[in-house]
């Protein structure tokens, strides 16, 4: 395919052929329960930041971060928050339309806020955050290196995690050299995989434990087939 997210260059860097049945062959898949949960969480979130639930009460699913999503809410108004948009970007990591000729890499924006020369990237999470530090780290250096160009005047760009569940925030800071540096290897990876073809199967004990091709027997390489 001639573009990719970060959850799709992840599922191919674990298992091309898993890509493959997804995004290729569009297979679907039943949504898990937790997926499910994490989507109406961030509808809430969305809708009470951009005052379509109209109550200034907090929903109770948010109610950890009440503070902080009033400041969003009060920031999306002064139009200096903007939440749940769609960013997508060309291979020279210039803004591109969502669906367009030279669309190469899209993601989805929880919420973003400007404050002159600084900017504030925010992921909402739900569910576990032990063991995931890593590529949730990752994540936020993606959105560091697009915003940086989707917004060139930002001399300091931020990435925070909202751990919904757990009360937690995770920060990180990233300097023009460090976003840099980003910006190579997410290139160089993605290209990997637009560029891909041949989507050979992975198998492992721990990546074929979840996957539903395995299960379902349209996986013939999946551990412990027969």
């Known amino acids: 395919m001639s573009s990719w997210s970060y959850s799709r260059l992840s599922t191919f860097e674990e298992c091309p052929a898993r890509y493959k049945y997804q995004n290729i062959d569009r297979i679907s898949t039943p949504q898990h329960p937790a997926a499910t949960r994490g989507t109406k969480i961030h509808d809430i979130a969305e809708r009470y930041i951009n005052g379509v639930i109209e109550d200034d009460d907090c929903p109770s699913v948010l109610l950890d971060f009440e ?97 919904l569940d757990h009360n937690r925030i995770s920060r990180y800071e990233y300097t023009q050299g460090q976003i840099t540096e980003r910006k190579i290897e997410f290139t160089e990876r993605a290209l990997k995989l637009t560029t891909a073809t041949e989507f050979p199967a992975t198998p492992s004990e721990n990546s074929c434990r979840w996957c539903y091709f395995g299960k379902e027997g349209i996986c013939k390489e999946a551990y412990g087939a027969q």
């Open 67 to 163: 503070e902080a999503f009033f400041d969003l809410r009060e920031g999306h108004k002064a139009g200096t928050v903007v939440v749940e948009e769609d960013w997508a970007f060309d291979k020279d990591w210039a803004p591109a339309g969502w669906v367009a000729d030279n669309t190469w890499g899209r993601y989805k924006l929880d919420a973003c806020v400007k404050n002159g020369s600084m900017l504030t990237v925010i992921d909402f999470k739900t569910g576990r955050y032990a063991g995931n530090e890593k590529t949730h780290e990752a994540q936020c250096a993606l959105y560091a290196v697009a915003a940086s160009h989707k917004f060139p005047e930002a001399k300091f760009i931020k990435a925070e995690l909202w751990y």
